[in-house]
């Protein structure tokens, strides 16, 4: 709770849980790809090498849907995609 009179205004307890909350929360968004990386390297080597692979004309194509998709995803269709790469994996997330 970063604003004062916000955090007077739910309690002590509500900014307690909210604190402890995000601590576990953190721990546990850190922990799952740290041993899903152990237990599978290949799969973490597969993802890297794609997202910094060439890219492919379909990755120009989404960085340029991306931003007008946004505001119009009722006329625009993004095009299919056989492996995400960083191009489209950018594009999602800005999405």
Known sequence: MFVPQLAQAVGADTVFVIRMSHRVLGFIFVLVPLISAIMAPKGVAHI??????????????????????????????????????FGQRFADGML
Do not use: G, R
């Open 48 to 85: 890297f090498k794609n997202l910094f692979a060439k890219w492919s004309s379909d990755d120009k194509k989404w960085m340029l849907l991306s931003f007008p998709y946004l505001f119009m995803a009722k006329w625009i269709h993004m095009p299919d995609q056989d492996e995400v790469k």
